[in-house]
């Protein structure tokens, strides 16, 4: 701009001045794309572009390309080589790529990543999108350790239970932790904890150890605690990283057909005085009535029926030479006076009460109580306000005969009868109810001495005397030790080798316990459950 005037009394001073156009026009430069990935390995590099992805580049533009660390390291472990290069961006070059070196390592490891980055300190440049991610993609064997099952039984008289943990794909030292973690089973009272490190390599893919059991000696349930695998090596795959071990106890009500020809029930018995046995280690005050009584496949068989308590067992047809029990259905009397009905069945171990599923490990209503464990059901009932009754259904699955089978047992922790009521049913009828055990005095149908029989008198409310004959076994069902006293042969009648006395160990004949179904005693003749609604 210039000043001028013909006025020569006028001094312009000053007479010209510069205007100066700013241009308001951006360009914006950015990332091609947000997400970019790359396989390690010898040479491996992943290509990164930026460029003009908005407005009307007029003059050369600088941007900052740098690199940041995330889980992928530039430094020591190096996953890749860090750059922080300038790119110049003009009307020729729009478009401005970086080769960034990804390295290669043995370690078998999860994915990593790091981050891209632009910057610039240029008026009429943004930067949109300034940031992305590179992934790298491990190419490394990834090793596998795991326990070589993910649940374990063992008789609580067994002593010791091996654990094995087994590796796959390992071909480097590395380390992981066994250890045991306390659940209903509690150490040191029914099992020794452990915690030990287990070191794997290539030439050693397989490592056992030892728990040890402890016989406590008291009536309860089957108790578990857990097993577990952990590890500081992110790289690692842990798979079962843990397991359950469920502690068959030897004390208490059990129901179990899992061994063909070995007792199927065994009821504590309560004495009327002690008795001599003739076993070492024998507990005079403590003896177990083991009878054998096969199944039927698809029937109803009643194990216990009181005036407010009543259980019944259902018998699978899949393999039915295994006497297989896959549904246990309770039927009880709540504090309200309301019948209930409670089912379990081995599949999944669900439960259903009133004909609806229980999907959630607790439910409480009127004094009856469920709570759903790994693989197992607890079940209290009022028992028509007396002590209460205390039933534990586990759901177990095993290897019989070749067949892999799931099944369900049932354990009676307390309460049943309590001596006030005249129970029944396959055990009910003995349980709680006072018996005479005396040695057998006499000769074998051979002609043998009989050694080591018993003469049991059961003498119950309401019902005929019975006399039967038994022998001392050192083993129970599960092989865990007796003394178990063998009374009967198949479906709890006579032993076949004595003569006399020799009634049937239960009352009446077997298919007298059959019911219509599972909470249906019609026509059962030792049915003593009363329906109060």
């Not at 004390?251 to 007792?263: A, R, Y």
């Not at 092989?479 to 178990?484: A, D, I, N």
């Amino acid at each position: 701009l210039t000043l001028t005037t013909s006025d020569g009394a006028v001094f312009l001073e000053p007479s010209t001045a510069t205007v100066t156009i700013l241009n308001d026009d951006t360009v914006t430069i950015g990332f091609e794309q947000l997400q970019y990935s790359a396989t390690e390995g010898i040479d491996a590099s992943v290509e990164v572009c930026a460029l003009v992805l908005d407005g009307m580049l007029e003059r050369v533009a600088i941007v900052t390309f740098f690199t940041t660390d995330g889980s992928a390291t530039s430094d020591v472990p190096m996953d890749y080589t860090a750059v922080s290069v300038e790119l110049t961006f003009s009307t020729g070059s729009l478009r401005n790529c970086q080769n960034i070196p990804i390295e290669d390592d043995s370690d078998s490891e999860n994915d990593e990543e790091f981050f891209l980055g632009l910057s610039t300190g240029q008026s009429g440049v943004s930067l949109d999108p300034d940031a992305a991610t590179v992934t790298i993609l491990d190419n490394d064997v990834i090793a596998e350790i795991g326990l070589e099952q993910g649940s374990y039984t063992v008789g609580e008289g067994a002593g010791s239970l091996e654990v094995c943990v087994s590796s796959q794909r390992v071909d480097r030292v590395v380390e992981v932790t066994l250890s045991t973690e306390d659940g209903t089973a509690v150490a040191p009272m029914d099992y020794l904890d452990i915690t030990e490190a287990l070191i794997f390599d290539s030439v050693t893919p397989r490592i056992c150890r030892t728990v040890t059991i402890v016989d406590d000696g008291d009536q309860e349930t089957n108790e578990f605690f857990t097993l577990r695998l952990t590890t500081s090596d992110s790289s690692l795959i842990l798979n079962p990283a843990s397991g359950t071990v469920t502690i068959i106890d030897n004390e208490g009500v059990l129901v179990n057909d899992t061994i063909i020809g070995d007792p199927l029930f065994a009821v504590p018995l309560l004495l009327s005085e002690p008795v001599e046995l003739a076993l070492d280690g024998g507990d005079p005050d403590r003896v177990i009535l083991c009878y054998e009584i096969h199944g039927k496949e698809d029937l109803w068989f009643n194990l216990v029926t009181d005036e407010c308590t009543s259980v019944n067992a259902h018998y699978s047809n899949v393999a039915p030479q295994l006497n297989i029990i896959n549904r246990i259905a309770v039927r009880a009397v709540d504090d309200d006076g309301a019948c209930r009905e409670i089912a379990v069945d081995v599949d999944g171990c669900s439960i259903e009460v009133d004909g609806m599923p229980v999907n959630f490990s607790r439910n409480s209503n009127s004094g009856i109580r469920i709570r759903k464990y790994p693989q197992r059901v607890r079940i209290l009932v009022p028992n028509c306000a007396e002590q209460s009754l205390i039933m534990w259904i586990t759901c177990e699955s095993r290897i019989l005969e070749d067949i892999d089978t799931e099944l369900l047992r049932f354990d009676v922790l307390r309460g049943l009868n309590f001596g006030h009521r005249n129970s029944h049913g396959l055990i009910g009828q003995f349980w709680n109810v006072p018996v005479i055990v005396s040695p057998f005095v006499g000769n074998l149908r051979d002609g043998e001495t009989a050694e080591g029989y018993y003469i049991i008198n059961v003498t119950r409310v309401n019902a005929p005397t019975r006399l039967f004959t038994g022998f001392i076994s050192p083993l129970a069902w599960d092989y865990s030790p007796g003394p178990c006293l063998n009374a009967g042969n198949s479906q709890g009648g006579p032993v076949y080798e004595i003569e006399d006395p020799n009634d049937p160990v239960i009352e009446g004949r077997y298919r007298d316990y059959i019911v219509p179904g599972a909470f249906d005693e019609t026509g059962y003749i030792f049915g003593r459950f009363e329906d109060t609604l």
